[in-house]
Each structure stands twice: as C-alpha cells, then as structure tokens.
C-alpha cells in the first residue's frame, strides 16, 4: 500500500513538541496551479503507525483504507518542487498521529486538486488587509506573502498572530525579516500562556481580538481600518473566529459571500 502513495516526505522542520511543518513533493507528477489560501488533502493507510506520544487507536480500522484530513498550503503558489504545510498534533486523531511518525523520504498521499475561497481574488486593489491567525491558521497567509502579495501597489498588510507560548509561534523568524524589508507590513504576535515561558516575553499577551478591539493595527499604520479600506481574514480556532465577528460586526464589517461582498473572510476549522 504505502509503495502506492504519490508523494514524498523531502522535509520535516519540528517547530514546537506538537507542531511541525511538513514540506512534501510529488512523485512523477507536478503540483497543480493554485491560489494562495487554498487548501489540499493529505491521507495514510490505516496501518501507518501512530506517534509514540499520541493516544491509541479506539477502532479497528481496515489496515488499508486511507484516513484523509486538509491542510492550508503554507508554500508559494510559484513553487512547482515542493507544497508546505504547517500541522499540529492532535493526539486523539486518526491523521495527525500518522503525519507525525512521518520521516524524510517516507511515502503519503497528496490530493491532485487545491481548493478553497480564501483567497485575496476578491479583495479590490487598493484595500489594506489584515490577517489574522491562531496556531497552525497562519498557514495560508504565509502562501499568500511568500507569493508576493506585497509587491507593487500602496496596500498595508498586517499579520495579528495568537499562540500559546512563544516556541509555537511558526514562521516568526519569516514575518519579523518580511517587517524589517518593508515599511508596508508589520507582524503582531501574541502568546497567552505567560507562566510556561522560558525566558522574559516582551510581546502582547492579549486574545487576538482583544488586540484587535485595542486598536493595534490603527496604532501600527496611523489608520483606522474601515470597512471602506480594509479587508480581513480570520484562520484557526473557532472561538477566536466567533469573537473576531461579534467584534467587526459592531464596526460595520460583513462577512465576505461570492453574492453578498463584504470584507471579512473566514477558514474556520472547527
Ligand atoms: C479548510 C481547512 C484547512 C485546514 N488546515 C489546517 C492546517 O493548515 N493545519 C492544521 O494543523 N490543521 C488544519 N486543518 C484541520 C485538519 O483538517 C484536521 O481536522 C486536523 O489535523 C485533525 O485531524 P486528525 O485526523 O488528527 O483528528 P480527527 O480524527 O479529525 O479529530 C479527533 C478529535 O479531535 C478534535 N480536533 C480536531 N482538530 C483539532 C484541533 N486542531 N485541536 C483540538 N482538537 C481537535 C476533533 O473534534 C475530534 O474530536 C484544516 C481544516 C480545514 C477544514
């Protein structure tokens, strides 16, 4: 079974005990042109073995069926080596215990089609944008930088990132470099469980939305967003979505719909 799957594991960056980030590449076929923001399937066999720190499995499942989750793709939509993914551990699930006892070299299963409408398409030119992200939801918003989002034009763009400690803010070394090359971007992060860290955090410690609600960005870019010259995207932890909306809904913000435009796009994982 495992000879059959399609893809290669090429590289594992281990960014914190339950997060990693998986770069994979196709075996004799290529990538599909995508969007950055979309999303694609990876699966193993039932009988790929689970990481020795997650919980057993509960059900007999046939060893060759194929346990199949998505993931947002972290890599440039320009890449035609490789596709990223930024995952973390669910040690009660079914896939996530499997991708973590991957190793380099080791075989899985990638979707041939890339979906999804979170995407900047329908985004108008000249509106800022703010992304926003707990965990692994930073994933497609670092697609849609390292797809050169930032290139040409006026627009602001501000990254608001949310983790619980500072060893799991992925991609951090990424964002304050793409701040320090330009005066268009800033990176805001935060982490809220203060207790557990090593050394002295110097950050926020605020809920995302509470830094939101705060006037973070309108501090950082001399603006206050509006729903006339910004766009905002929310990716991770449903509560945080939840909060986000009740919040930007007092300010006049609407969720995005293809028939109903507004400014505010959603990928919750819930
Ligand atoms: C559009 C989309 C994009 C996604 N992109 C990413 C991504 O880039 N990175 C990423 O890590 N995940 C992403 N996910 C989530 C991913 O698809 C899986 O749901 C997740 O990896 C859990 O899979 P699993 O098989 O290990 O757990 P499952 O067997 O599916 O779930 C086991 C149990 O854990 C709960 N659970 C599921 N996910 C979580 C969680 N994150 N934390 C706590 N409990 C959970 C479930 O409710 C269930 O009770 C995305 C989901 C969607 C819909």
């Given at each position: 079974m495992e000879n059959q799957l399609n893809a290669i594991v090429t590289q594992i960056i281990q960014v914190s005990p339950a997060m990693k980030i998986f770069r994979i590449s196709p075996d004799g076929w290529e990538l599909p042109d995508f969007i950055s923001g979309q999303f694609a399937a990876l699966a193993l066999p039932a009988s790929a073995p689970r990481v020795v720190d997650a919980t057993p499995d509960t059900e007999n499942t046939d060893p060759d069926k194929l346990i199949k989750r998505v993931y947002s793709v972290a890599s440039s939509s320009k890449s035609k080596e490789f596709i990223e993914f930024y995952i973390s551990l669910v040690r009660s699930g079914a896939l996530t215990p499997r991708l973590f006892n991957l190793k380099i070299g080791d075989r899985i299963e990638l979707g041939k089609k890339m979906t999804g409408m979170?995407?900047?398409?329908?985004?108008?030119?000249?509106n800022n944008i703010v992304l926003v992200a707990t965990g692994t939801g930073v994933a497609p918003y670092i697609s849609m930088l390292r797809s050169n989002i930032l290139a040409g034009g006026t627009r602001k763009i501000a990254v608001i990132h949310g983790a619980a400690n500072s060893w799991d803010l992925g991609y951090s070394s990424e964002l304050r470099l793409l701040e320090s090359l330009s005066d268009r971007f800033i990176y805001l992060p935060t982490i809220i469980d203060l207790e557990k860290e090593h050394a002295k955090w110097n950050g926020d410690t605020r809920f995302v939305q509470d830094m939101w609600a705060g006037g973070v960005v309108e501090k950082a870019w001399g603006l206050k967003p509006t729903p006339e010259n910004t766009h905002l995207f929310l990716c991770g932890n449903p509560k945080m979505v939840e909060s986000m909306f009740e919040i930007l809904g007092k300010e006049g913000f609407k969720e995005h719909k293809r028939k109903e435009p507004g400014q505010v796009h959603v990928e919750s994982w819930g």
């Open positions: 979170f995407t900047l398409e329908e985004v108008p030119a000249d």
